[in-house]
């Protein structure tokens, strides 16, 4: 009944920009923390930023100061603005949402598909 659809994804150069959205759709009551986190080859997949339903945000390590997570309430969506791109940044990048719907008295966490982010050197 929930659906996170991201995209945004694709190929850059060392330098560039790219900006993810994800789109939450469904039976939705209430959206709650809204996550990025990515997944590279042969290693765990990681959390890459998070923004609560109030705004507050906290970054990787890795990404701070260079990727910047917003969300527009209105629209069920999150974005993730990533510049000055670097090849250790490729991976697959998921959006995690915690949600409530209308059958539910409590949030449950709930994955897009992911999308591809290449970054050439």
């Known amino acids: 009944q929930v659906q996170l659809v991201e995209s945004g994804g694709g190929l850059v150069q060392t330098g560039g920009s790219l900006r993810l959205s994800c789109v939450a759709s469904?039976?939705?009551?209430?959206?709650?923390?809204m996550e990025w986190y990515r997944e590279a080859p042969g290693k765990e997949r990681e959390l890459v930023a998070q923004?609560?339903?109030?705004?507050?945000?906290k970054y990787a390590n890795s990404v701070k100061g260079r990727f910047t997570i917003s969300r527009d309430n209105a629209k069920n969506t999150v974005y993730l603005q990533m510049n000055s791109l670097k090849p250790e940044d490729t991976a697959v990048y998921y959006c995690?949402?915690?949600?409530?719907?209308?059958?539910?008295?409590?949030?449950?966490?709930?994955w897009g598909q992911g999308t591809q982010v290449t970054v050439s050197s």
């Open positions: 923004i609560s339903n109030g705004g507050s945000t």
């Open positions: 995690l949402a915690e949600i409530q719907t209308f059958l539910d008295n409590y949030e449950k966490p709930y």
């Open positions: 469904g039976n939705i009551d209430n959206i709650y923390s």
